[in-house]
Structure formats: structure tokens, C-alpha cells
């Protein structure tokens, strides 16, 4: 699968995949985190900064790592990673584009607030 058909057949599954409120929260605070960790590994490297460096990834595997406990909250569950490339082509689309589409589309929003009518008695 080329990237432009990843896209497309991750946002086609998006919205069934994040519905939870907890998973939504968690995503709308840490994909930023993951997305500023991302640049300052690039300045960090430029600059010779280990301890930046070392920062900076730590920061991105926190993020990671804390979007996929909220992905267990989930009612379906994302695709199984294929292989190592897969994981990490798929989660730099997500953080980047897909995820950035679905708050700008209005459709985290939307899923917050759906999610908010599911939780009242």
C-alpha cells in the first residue's frame, strides 16, 4: 500500500476508532506532545544535543505509548501493525496528517461530543 492509499484507509476507519472520550482527551494533548517532540529531535540532531536527543525520543515513546492504553479504550480496536515499517509509517501518518485532519475537520469535536450523550444515564 503507497502512503496516499494508507491515508485514505486510515482516515476510513478513523472516527469508528476514536469514539472513547478518555482516548479523544488523551490524543487531543499527546499527539502535540509527539508532534513538538518530533521537531526538537530534528534540532536537537542539528544542534548535537544528546541529551536532547535522548530527550526528545523519550517524549515521543511516552506519547506513543500513552495513545495506545487510550486505544484500549476503544470500543474497535486499529489494525495489528504488519511489520516494524508499518508501525512506524502508520504512526507518523497519524500524528501528522490524519489526526491534525480529524480535529481541523471538526470530527473530534463531533466525537467528543457524541461520546459526552453515551456517558449520561
Same mark, same amino acid.
Do not use: D
Given at each position: 500500500?503507497?502512503?496516499?492509499?494508507?491515508?485514505?484507509?486510515?482516515? %476510513? %476507519?478513523?472516527l469508528r476508532n476514536h469514539n472513547s472520550r478518555e482516548n479523544l482527551l488523551l490524543h487531543i494533548i499527546l499527539v502535540p506532545l509527539f508532534l513538538a517532540a518530533n521537531l526538537g529531535l530534528a534540532i536537537a540532531?542539528?544542534?548535537? %544535543?544528546?541529551?536532547?536527543?535522548?530527550?526528545?525520543?523519550?517524549?515521543?515513546?511516552?506519547?506513543?505509548?500513552?495513545?495506545?492504553?487510550?486505544?484500549?479504550?476503544?470500543?474497535?480496536?486499529?489494525?495489528?501493525? %504488519?511489520?516494524?515499517?508499518?508501525?512506524?509509517?502508520?504512526?507518523?501518518?497519524?500524528?501528522?496528517?490524519?489526526?491534525?485532519?480529524?480535529?481541523?475537520?471538526?470530527?473530534?469535536?463531533?466525537?467528543?461530543?457524541?461520546?459526552?450523550?453515551?456517558?449520561?444515564?
Amino acid at each position: 500500500m503507497n502512503i496516499p492509499q494508507m491515508l485514505q484507509w486510515q482516515w %476510513s %476507519s478513523y472516527l469508528r476508532n476514536h469514539n472513547s472520550r478518555e482516548n479523544l482527551l488523551l490524543h487531543i494533548i499527546l499527539v502535540p506532545l509527539f508532534l513538538a517532540a518530533n521537531l526538537g529531535l530534528a534540532i536537537a540532531i542539528l544542534n548535537g %544535543s544528546l541529551m536532547a536527543v535522548m530527550g526528545c525520543i523519550g517524549l515521543m515513546i511516552l506519547s506513543i505509548s500513552m495513545q495506545g492504553k487510550g486505544h484500549s479504550l476503544e470500543e474497535y480496536a486499529a489494525e495489528p501493525f %504488519s511489520s516494524p515499517i508499518n508501525a512506524i509509517i502508520r504512526l507518523l501518518l497519524e500524528q501528522w496528517i490524519t489526526f491534525p485532519r480529524f480535529v481541523l475537520s471538526g470530527h473530534w469535536f463531533q466525537a467528543l461530543q457524541s461520546s459526552k450523550k453515551r456517558q449520561l444515564p
